[in-house]
């Protein structure tokens, strides 16, 4: 097992960094990787229907996404871009803001034409985040709604045709700033015909921050400190696990934050409970997965903690070599890239 983070690095071309999603959601491509054969086939994503069976459990993250980007005028007239990225209470949000050296505690921001919502600067943390305060009339969400823009991650520089386009077609509740983006692949269609199929559809919620994109900086990844992310699972869902690991079916994970909720919920018997909390597990190459038995995942960024999740699935070596021929059949990458079944 290595620990050395240039040993996670692989070449990307920019032009294969996914600026778009493909269209339908299911017609992005899909690649087969049999971690015990050490295989890859070639499909497309509706395909996936033919690789689960009957019963099967797939796991989803059912968080939902919040349009946490938006713009505000100071009294002076200059403009700031807020990044709403945790919520302290009712009104008041954590949030990266930028240009901010200037603005001071007590200095508001206007946002919106008729200054529909309001933050004032409350306190400037040691880390350069910011806690805002917001006034408005009526609901925050919907006037989030209507002046919000989603938060797409800074190396997509293509604006969304529709906010709903970051959003998984089977959100429920949360108020992630990010998406978790191999569920961004499934159709309502498709759902339903993997549950005709007798695949048992399960949800978890984890509230994807910008952590998320956060790159590691130090040259042994263990002294990489992860970031913190909120996570739910629920009775029903426990239950359903449990039952289908005692039968022997396996537990399929719709992306590295289900996998991330999943394996931070066992007890210290290593049993599988149901929880709310957060989590900073940090899953890498020499991990022994308690929960999951296959993972459906986008291609992720170089040196990522993500890449070693998914290494830690596969020998390292094995996964690196699955990411170079993605290059070289042109896969795209990243939160509008293609996908991977690993099984």
């Known amino acids: 097992m290595s620990t050395k983070l240039i040993d996670y690095d692989y070449h990307l071309p920019d032009e294969l960094i996914g600026q778009k999603p493909r269209e339908p959601r299911d017609h992005s491509k899909l690649m087969i990787v049999n971690r015990k054969e050490e295989k890859v086939e070639h499909k497309t994503f509706f395909n996936i229907i033919d690789y689960l069976k009957e019963g099967d459990v ?3 993250n059912s968080t939902k996404v919040i349009p946490a980007r938006l713009f505000g005028k100071k009294e002076t007239g200059g403009i700031l871009e807020i990044l709403l990225i945790k919520r302290l209470s009712l009104d008041t949000w954590e949030c990266l803001l930028k240009p901010a050296k200037k603005l001071k505690v007590g200095q508001k921001l206007e946002i919106g034409e008729n200054k529909e919502l309001v933050a004032e600067l409350l306190e400037i943390k040691d880390d350069g985040n910011r806690v805002l305060k917001f006034s408005y009339e009526g609901s925050f969400e919907e006037v989030l709604d209507r002046l919000g823009k989603m938060p797409l991650p800074p190396y997509i520089v293509e604006a969304l045709e529709t906010k ?14 990010a998406a978790p983006t191999a569920g961004l692949h499934f159709t309502k269609e498709l759902l339903e015909k993997l549950k005709d199929k007798g695949i048992e559809v399960l949800d978890v919620f984890l509230e994807v921050g910008l952590g998320t994109f956060r790159p590691v900086q130090t040259e042994d990844v263990l002294d990489h400190k992860m970031h913190e992310e909120s996570f739910e699972i629920p009775e029903y869902t426990v239950e359903r696990i449990k039952k289908a690991k005692e039968e022997k079916r396996r537990i399929v994970a719709v992306g590295t934050t289900t996998v991330r909720a999943l394996e931070s919920s066992l007890d210290k018997n290593g049993e599988l409970v149901a929880k709310s909390g957060s989590t900073e597990i940090f899953i890498y190459p020499g991990y022994e997965f308690k929960v999951i038995d296959a993972l459906i995942t986008n291609f992720h960024l170089p040196k990522s903690t993500l890449l070693m999740l998914v290494s830690a699935l596969s020998r390292r070596e094995f996964m690196l070599d699955v990411y170079k021929e993605a290059v070289e059949k042109e896969y795209h990458f990243f939160s509008f890239g293609d996908a991977m079944f690993i099984c």
């Open 58 to 60: 797939l796991v989803r």
């Open 164 to 177: 709903e386009r970051y959003q998984t077609v089977y959100a429920i509740k949360g108020e992630s700033v």
